[in-house]
């Protein structure tokens, strides 16, 4: 029989629980209502939980992670801080941040709303694993600035795929195809296949978001972050969206089976 000190340390985990049937509804609400977020949450928390806690110990494995554990750095409060981000030259990670906020009408509140609404069952965890599956829902905005996948249901589905291929998330995964799969069957045309592989395999060549010290990203001028991070740019989703000129490449990415993070 286990002691209370392991019982305890356990019970501030992850949970390992797989709920099938919260899934399916929560994936069918979500595409009913892709503005309704919180079911998003409810689906990654269904399938996800123990996938969550692979991440965190893969996290607490790398400097970055002890390093920002024993800082207690908290990415939601530091990007709530928009006085400190309206600080940063004009074209840097940080305002573009701001002006993408702005241009969307969003803000982290409406994400951290969403959190609420879908009760996630997170109380019980230490405060470094809260504070780690926050900083996944606080840089979700921040991606669709590095990135340059727009908020259309299209991009929206190209950076779920993108997600779920960095932290292995069957959940995100599953909704990212689903998303795509409808936005094909409405537009034939689209090459679906060929931007799923690209948003995967920019994910793959791109560090591991969750060792990323936003501090010094923020500053950055957007072009020198990729680089910094090692992400390329969608070219092929640009130029669908008529983003990008005709002399740059269409992205050399194919569809790949899915590998977990």
């Known amino acids: 029989m286990r002691d209370a000190h392991h019982i305890g340390d356990a019970e501030k985990r992850f949970s390992t629980e797989v709920r099938p049937f919260t899934a399916i509804a929560a994936t069918t609400q979500f595409l009913m209502d892709v503005e309704q977020t919180h079911h998003v949450f ?119 795929a993108f997600t779920a291929q960095q932290f292995g998330l069957r959940g995100i995964a599953m909704l990212g195809h689903l998303m795509a799969m409808r936005e094909w069957a409405r537009h034939p045309g689209l090459p679906v296949p060929r931007l799923l592989g690209e948003a995967k395999g920019i994910a793959r060549e791109m560090v591991w978001i969750a060792e990323i010290d936003w501090r010094e990203i923020l500053p950055l001028e957007l072009d020198v972050a990729r680089a910094r991070l090692g992400l390329p740019r969608p070219w092929a989703y640009l130029k669908r969206c008529g983003d990008t000129p005709e002399s740059e490449g269409d992205g050399g990415f194919e569809e790949m089976p899915s590998k977990a993070a």
């Open 42 to 160: 409810r689906l990654t928390d269904a399938l996800d939980s123990a996938q969550n806690e692979k991440n965190y110990q893969r996290f607490m494995k790398t400097d970055a992670g002890l390093r920002l554990t024993a800082e207690g750095f908290d990415l939601t409060a530091f990007l709530s801080d928009r006085t400190r981000l309206e600080t940063y030259p004009a074209g840097s990670v940080g305002r573009e941040y701001i002006e993408f906020l702005d241009r969307e009408k969003l803000d982290l509140g409406m994400l951290l709303t969403a959190e609420q609404v879908a009760e996630r069952a997170y109380s019980h965890l230490d405060e470094p694993r809260r504070k780690f599956i926050a900083a996944g829902t606080a840089n979700h905005d921040l991606l669709h600035v590095l990135t340059g996948y727009g908020r259309e249901p299209l991009g929206e589905a190209l950076l779920l």
